[in-house]
């Protein structure tokens, strides 16, 4: 907290820092002290996008209405993706979901590596009844581009099939986690991310391990290694099968 509060009083603060700021006050169950002192920065600094942004988003975090405060944010700099975002989320909140979509892509577009964004997104289709929308857009990306955004969607269904996988395994059904970690490979080759990639095959023959299929596990830990060789992991799993 005094870290953001150093970088934002010496005048380096963007959005980001204003938005670390907020979720330690909020970690610390002390939003009214983020109230007192963005009331104060704001009081000195009335063209303060980052600050507006702020305040916005930590009435949002406390369940009141931060649509006037992030609309001042984006009449100060119309590219403010963060505040565009908390919009977004806004705008949801209240089912204008046509409007609040268009403020998540606005911001997607702006600064497409900010995977936060695309879960708000994602999210937004789920309350709207058509989550199978967030799936077709990634299709679309990848396609059509750019890369970037389709790497942003891509991350963000291979972090859910994770999820999935490991909630199917902790319920014992490990057939079908192995059927989610097989998808979360896919979008992980068609994006090409490699990390992603080998945690996917290496979760795979830990699945095939454990119900016995040493062949399909060693098959998978191979791969791992064709990919990282210094993967010291996969590499005491096969010397363990001979």
């Given at each position: ?13 963007d ?28 009081s000195?600094h ?15 975090l406390?369940?009141?209405d ?12 119309p ?51 058509k989550?199978?929308l ?7 990306y ?6 970037s955004?389709a ?17 199917l ?37 830990l ?36």
């Amino acid at each position: 907290m005094r870290l953001y509060t150093q970088i934002i009083e010496d005048g380096e603060g963007d959005s980001h820092a204003f938005r670390g700021l907020i979720k330690a006050y909020a970690a610390a169950e002390r939003l009214a002290d983020a109230e007192e002192f963005l009331k104060s920065y704001i009081s000195s600094h009335p063209e303060s996008s980052p600050a507006f942004y702020a305040y916005g988003y930590m009435l949002y975090l406390r369940d009141q209405d931060g649509e006037e405060s992030l609309a001042k944010a984006l009449s100060l700099d119309p590219a403010n993706s963060l505040a565009l975002n908390n919009m977004g989320a806004v705008l949801a909140r209240k089912k204008l979901f046509p409007k609040a979509i268009e403020m998540v892509k606005k911001a997607i577009s702006i600064n497409p590596t900010e995977l936060f964004f695309y879960q708000n997104l994602k999210s937004i289709y789920r309350a709207l009844g058509k989550p199978d929308l967030f799936v077709d857009e990634y299709r679309e990306y990848l396609l059509s581009g750019p890369a970037s955004v389709a790497e942003g969607y891509g991350k963000t269904i291979a972090t859910g099939l994770r999820q999935e996988g490991f909630k199917l395994y902790s319920q014992q059904k490990v057939a079908e986690a192995i059927s989610a970690f097989s998808r979360m490979h896919q979008v992980y080759l068609e994006i090409r991310n490699v990390t992603g990639v080998v945690a996917a095959l290496f979760s795979l023959g830990l699945l095939y391990e454990e119900t016995g299929d040493i062949k399909n596990a060693e098959k998978y830990y191979r791969e791992v290694l064709e990919i990282n060789p210094g993967h010291i992991q996969a590499r005491e799993k096969i010397k363990d099968f001979h």
